[in-house]
């Protein structure tokens, strides 16, 4: 039975939390493509889903933000895009079993639309091949999240409808602008939500930023706007690098599980974590969504 990602606005589920540096943690090394890990070192990409599988995520995505042909061009991978995505889903598939849905996540390009270096064309086959290898490894949904130019996101989800049949969910990057709530190009919530849902988008949200307090007023945003799911998924803080140059996320799993009920209140649906945030976060954000579904019985 098709997933109906409507069926969540109402509740709170928790999702998973970082990737990339989860993946780090696994070896992986420095400037590497990570999706090339799909089929190279499986086993690592897997103890990653196992773990937000195991600390009580709802969903969990895939090991594929990066697996589109114009990002792994730069990795001399562009004609593997198809294969490192498809299994990128299979193997969130596997370690989700029947405890977890499996969005497939896709990223931007890391062109600018507006720019006019490259076709429109070329963005759409891109996002659209990325879609059906999603389609094809048995994602639940496809996640775009990371946007900062809503020009991009509007050709990706047009070229996912058109490609596949999944659930597709909408996810852009708010930390600019006077109060945190416009992407990096400048725009806006009201702008983001209209024309998302214009494009078939069963969900919308906010992921990576400034941290949770700042999605907690977004989130605010987009449910004033909306009647659809919200996805919220902050960084663990404002990084910043130590004395031995690596990069440190500030909120441990307490302090950032304590923005749940308000990122809840505030119209949330689904609950997680970006960057620099591990299993134990997600774990904690578990704890916390579990003790608002017990006071709303």
């Known amino acids: 039975m098709a997933l109906n990602i409507q069926d969540y ?14 993946l780090q943690v ?3 090394p420095a400037g590497a493509a990570p999706e090339l890990w799909n089929v190279e070192n499986p086993g690592a990409v897997r103890a990653v889903a196992d773990g937000y599988v195991r600390s009580g995520s709802d969903v969990i995505l895939t090991n594929t933000f990066g697996a589109n042909r114009l990002i792994l ?3 001399g991978l562009a004609d593997r895009a198809a294969e490192l995505g498809r299994a990128g889903v299979q193997i969130s598939r596997q370690a989700a079993g029947e405890q977890a849905k499996v969005f497939a996540s896709i990223g931007p390009s890391g062109k600018i639309v507006m ?5 429109e064309s070329v963005f759409a086959a891109a996002f659209a091949e990325a879609a059906r290898a999603a389609q094809d490894g048995g994602a639940d949904a496809i996640l775009f999240e990371s946007f900062a130019e809503l020009a991009e996101l509007t050709i990706a989800l047009r070229a996912a409808r058109e490609a596949c049949e999944l659930p597709l969910a909408a996810s852009m990057t708010f ?5 945190g709530s416009a992407t990096m ?4 919530v009201d ?5 998302a849902a214009e494009c078939g988008a069963a969900a919308v949200g906010a992921n990576c930023g400034v941290g949770p307090a700042n999605y907690v007023r977004v989130a605010g945003l987009l449910r004033q706007f909306t009647d659809l799911p919200i996805w919220i998924k902050p960084n663990a803080g404002v990084p910043h690098v130590d004395s031995a140059g690596r990069t440190v996320f500030p909120m441990d799993s307490e302090e950032f599980a304590s923005f749940v009920p308000a990122l809840a209140e505030a119209g949330a649906s689904f609950i997680g974590g970006c960057c620099g945030t591990t299993p134990e976060h997600i774990r904690a954000v578990r ?4 003790r608002i579904a017990a006071e709303r019985l």
């Open 9 to 22: 606005a109402s509740t709170v589920r928790v999702s998973d939390g970082a990737w990339g540096t989860e």
């Open 26 to 28: 696994q070896g992986l």
């Open 73 to 75: 061009a730069a990795h």
């Open 115 to 119: 720019m006019g270096e490259i076709e």
């Open 175 to 179: 930390s600019s602008g006077p109060d």
């Open 185 to 188: 190009m400048g725009d806006t």
């Open 191 to 195: 702008a983001f939500v209209r024309t």
């Open 287 to 290: 704890q916390a969504v579990d």
